[in-house]
């Protein structure tokens, strides 16, 4: 869906549509995210604890740091 963005295709709005066709079904529980943790916000000592989580091969679902 990306592709769209990237390129600056034409039709560039359809991506907009897309992801708040997804943003709805999530805020409505049809769909979920792959979010499996979120450990807080973003700083040095959360991204190596998330680094080191993936590191292991183990992690199931997305880790998330929050506060850009």
């Known amino acids: 869906m990306f592709t769209l963005s990237m390129y600056g295709t034409p039709d560039m709005i359809e991506q907009h549509r ?3 066709a997804v943003a709805a079904l999530i805020d409505q529980g049809r769909l979920r995210t792959t979010a499996g943790e979120v450990p ?3 700083d ?3 991204l ?3 680094h080191e ?3 292991t091969g183990r ?3 997305k880790i998330v740091l929050s506060g850009w």
């Open 40 to 42: 807080g916000t973003i």
């Open 53 to 55: 989580k993936l590191e």
């Open 59 to 61: 992690t199931i679902g």
């Open 44 to 46: 040095a000592a959360n």
């Open 18 to 20: 897309i992801l708040d």
């Open 48 to 50: 190596r604890k998330a």
